[in-house]
């Protein structure tokens, strides 16, 4: 319980207005009270911040501890972006646990930020020209499932390869979307990564996957890769030119842990 103190008249005021809003940014205030100058604006927010009403985001923007529903709002207030990686698989329910970090897929933007008062760090991934792929979903900007797992086999170190294999499996996936996907990118590593995943789910646990998807992945096939940076014993698979030097046994490790078949 955050511990209130003794408004003023003009805080009160504006508190009555903010008191039921989940996010307080700029504009908002400016809105409501388009009188009211810059300076004066601060103050006041500044002192419900100090007083325990408020936590900030960042300057000039706020939230409201007793009516936030979702961080995620918090995360998206502090930068242009949209819900990425594990953060989109947990809204997608296809990650069992909760993940502290949220995670922010931005055009150009890099920062790694602690949500004060809480336990949660955000953290915004640059993407470039692949800023792409998301929509709205209950308030929120979200990549689309394809997009997700798209962002995780581009991005894996930040989700964990068993993670993204398990969420491939439980995903019901727009196969042709997804397969779009991957001509944004002129890196193949990710195709090959995607193919080498997909066929192990095929084979080892009879996941349906059209064979259009096999065959225009393996068109972006080139150079020999590793399924990771990890140091260690791999074995090769010449179909996808990927080293796999993680092991199917361990890629494979949520079956039992989560009674898969």
Request: positive net charge; charged residues 25%.
């Amino acid at each position: 319980m955050v511990e209130k103190n003794y408004l003023t008249y003009e805080e009160q005021k504006l508190w009555e207005y903010l008191g039921n809003k989940q996010v307080i940014a700029d504009g908002l205030v400016n809105m409501v009270f388009p009188e009211m100058k810059s300076a004066k604006k601060n103050n006041l927010l500044h002192a419900l911040y100090r007083k325990g009403y408020l936590r900030r985001i960042k300057k000039g923007s706020y939230f409201n501890p007793g009516m936030l529903d979702s961080l995620y709002l918090v995360a998206l207030a502090y930068h242009e972006g949209y819900i990425g990686l594990s953060s989109a698989l947990k809204q997608y329910n296809l990650l069992e646990y909760e993940d502290f970090t949220i995670y922010i897929m931005t055009s150009n933007f890099r920062k790694d930020v602690a949500i004060e008062g809480t336990k949660y760090q955000l953290k915004f991934i640059p993407l470039n020209r692949l800023y792409a792929g998301f929509y709205q979903k209950s308030g929120l900007w979200i990549s689309t499932v394809e997009k997700t797992l798209f962002d995780c086999l581009l991005k894996p170190k930040y989700v964990g390869l068993q993670n993204i294999t398990k969420a491939l499996y439980d995903a019901d996936i727009g196969w042709k979307a997804f397969v779009q996907l991957f001509s944004l990118t002129k890196s193949s590593a990710v195709s090959q990564r995607a193919g080498y995943l997909l066929e192990l789910l095929s084979r080892r646990t009879g996941k349906k996957v059209p064979p259009f998807v096999f065959s225009a992945l393996l068109r972006r096939v080139k150079s020999q890769v590793k399924l990771t940076s990890i140091p260690g014993k791999s074995r090769y698979s010449r179909k996808w030119k990927i080293e796999d030097n993680v092991g199917e046994e361990a890629l494979l490790g949520w079956r039992q842990q989560y009674g898969h078949r």
